[in-house]
């Protein structure tokens, strides 16, 4: 029974994280699609100059998780500019999917 303290109280879930995942993943671009069953959230780093990027992450959601992640989006944001102050919301042109310089003969 001394491992008592280090199991799950009921109705709590016990989740890892890994090392590698732990490092996270940086994204200054996300893409949303979604069907009548799942919404598709794809992250992307793009660099200017490069031209051509790769998907770093795809987290699959069905649409009440969607709408979950939302809401508790919104709330951590409220609570940051709470703490931190507002944050800036730059206009930034629309990035095409083919980001990148295009050669021209």
């Keep these: 029974m001394a491992d008592d303290k280090n199991q799950p109280k009921k109705g709590q879930i016990n ?53 979950r992640l939302v809401k508790a989006l919104n709330e951590n944001v409220k609570r940051f500019e709470q703490a931190n102050g507002t944050i800036k919301d730059y206009e930034q042109p629309q990035v095409p999917i083919n980001f990148g310089p295009t050669g021209q003969a």
């Design 15 to 67: 989740i890892e994280l890994d090392e590698s995942v732990a490092q996270g993943t940086y994204s200054n671009l996300a893409i949303i699609n979604h069907s009548v069953s799942e919404f598709v959230v794809d992250f992307v780093n793009i660099m200017p100059g490069t031209p051509k990027s790769k998907v770093k992450s795809r987290i699959i959601l069905t649409p009440q998780h969607a709408k």
